[in-house]
């Protein structure tokens, strides 16, 4: 399988505990591909926003390990404009090239520390006013689940740990292993990150009749044309009830829903068979093998033949993990909106 990618979870005072072990569950799940461990600062026990503490076997000399560094949250009721000396300092171990991840809150520390300067980041919605009013120079886009910006990714709340996570998977080893680790957790193996976060909304009445039936017909039929007449058809909907339905309960429009899907399965082709582009295109729902290359584009900003050879050959092949080329050194962030190996091999983030 070659090198194990490590990932060093640093688990800041007042950590939400079911984010904390989000990576472990999650990427712990991807049959040995990565090796995940768990530090604090000092390498003593922290409090978590619970009622109990954590002690974990870790100090800050694993930070320099890492080829994944994961932040996840802490408790608002801590949450300031500079950072904690410690926790600036933990950072400042980590190696150049190194990939960041935060979830949540821990978007702030990485803020605080400059490393989201002039980059895509979202966080928690609740918290967007106070972190825009902190940090005007991040490009706060608090309206999605998570932003993967080129070797430093941020995600919303709670579940969007999970989404991020699998995206890691997705982005290192394919939709094949992800979508494994998916069933493994028992989780949906597909939430963009594009997707909404479910932000206060009225809720909508109850009704005999969702979307879901149609959803799933239309996963089933995405090589047929799916026209927003044959869905709202298929619904028993007005075409007007059935947008405004779709809307809520899945937070995009069923035409951009549908083009997402068919990317995800022609993604899906194009890693596990030999398939021409043409022929993926048409058992997907695209009308030719340009209209598949322009959505992939638009979608993840590479080609299908290029997709395919990132996953059949460097990745799938070789089984090379994220940083095992890097070397220690002083940590500097990738640049912002830097582009390389990384942004083209899975970008989901539905651009």
């Known amino acids: 399988m070659g090198n194990v990618h490590r990932v060093v979870v640093l688990a ?181 990150g594009g997707q909404a976060q479910y932000i206060e909304q009225p809720v909508p009445a109850p009704a005999a009749n969702d979307t879901a039936a149609t959803r799933d017909w239309a996963l089933r039929n995405l090589q047929e044309p799916l026209s927003l007449a044959s869905l709202a058809e298929h619904a028993r909907m007005s075409r007007r009830t059935f947008v405004r339905r779709f809307n809520e309960e899945v937070g995009m429009s069923p035409g951009r829903w549908i083009v997402q899907q068919r990317i995800d399965r022609a993604r899906h082709l194009l890693e596990s068979t030999d398939l021409a582009v043409d022929e993926i295109a048409g058992r997907v729902g695209f009308a030719t093998g340009a209209s598949l290359r322009q959505h992939l584009h638009a979608a993840i900003g590479v080609t299908p033949l290029a997709y395919r050879r990132t996953f059949r050959g460097a990745v799938l092949a070789a089984g090379r993990p994220w940083g095992a080329h890097r070397r220690p050194g002083r940590f500097s962030p990738p640049e912002p909106g830097g582009r390389g190996v990384r942004r083209a091999r899975a970008s989901d983030r539905g651009r």
């Open 12 to 192: 800041l005072d007042g950590v939400y505990p079911f984010e904390l072990g989000i990576p472990n569950r999650v990427l712990g799940a991807a049959d040995g591909r990565y090796a995940v461990v768990t530090c604090t600062v000092d390498g003593r026990p922290v409090r978590t926003n619970a009622d109990f503490s954590i002690t974990v076997e870790h100090g800050p000399e694993v930070l320099a390990t890492a080829d994944t560094l994961v932040i996840p949250p802490f408790d608002t009721s801590l949450l300031t404009r500079e950072a904690p000396a410690d926790a600036l300092a933990a950072l400042a171990a980590v190696r150049p090239g190194t990939r960041i991840v935060s979830i949540c809150t821990g978007a702030f520390l990485l803020a605080s520390a400059g490393l989201l300067d002039g980059r895509r980041a979202t966080t928690h919605w609740a918290l967007a006013e106070l972190f825009r009013s902190w940090y005007p120079q991040v490009r706060l886009d608090p309206g999605v689940l998570f932003i993967d910006d080129g070797g430093v990714l941020t995600s919303a709340g709670a579940a969007s740990g999970v989404d991020v996570c699998l995206h890691l998977v997705r982005a290192d080893h394919g939709s094949e292993i992800a979508n494994r680790v998916a069933r493994l957790c028992v989780v949906p193996p597909w939430r963009d």
